[in-house]
């Protein structure tokens, strides 16, 4: 059993940054692959970003490369989004995934655990 608290969403004009983290508890944290999704309002749950369980191997969402970036301490059991030049669009819940297996996954039904998400707004 994991739990998942993600954080650090909030209000941000377009351009700005903002950087989310997800604390892991209950388990051993290295031995998962984690994964940052978002959902917004009547759409379904989109892969953003995605990380190894070494933090060796990574994966972006081709409309946020270049721009956000995926992080993990495993000695803090944390993992990190950080997030550069937002736009609008980028608005949604955010929510981290954690996945038993040595590689992150784009599909949000191969992730075992959510936590309950972030909200972040965009303002134009």
């Known amino acids: 059993q994991v739990v998942l608290v993600e954080s650090g969403g909030g209000l941000v004009q377009a351009g700005g940054s903002l950087r989310l983290s997800c604390v892991a508890s209950?388990?051993?944290?290295?031995?998962?692959?984690m994964g940052w999704f978002r959902q917004a309002p009547g759409k379904e749950r989109d892969f953003v970003a995605g990380?190894?369980?070494?933090?060796?191997?990574?994966n972006y969402a081709d409309s946020v490369k270049g721009r956000f970036t995926i992080s993990r301490d495993n000695a803090k059991n944390t993992v990190y989004l950080q997030m550069n030049s937002l736009k609008p669009e980028d608005t949604a819940l955010y929510f981290c995934?954690?996945?038993?297996?040595?590689?992150?996954?784009?599909?949000?039904?191969?992730?075992?655990?959510w936590g309950q998400g972030t909200q972040v707004t965009v303002s134009s």
């Open positions: 209950g388990s051993t944290f290295s031995s998962y692959a």
């Open positions: 995934g954690a996945r038993f297996y040595t590689n992150q996954a784009i599909v949000a039904s191969q992730y075992d655990y």
């Open positions: 990380i190894s369980r070494s933090g060796t191997g990574t």
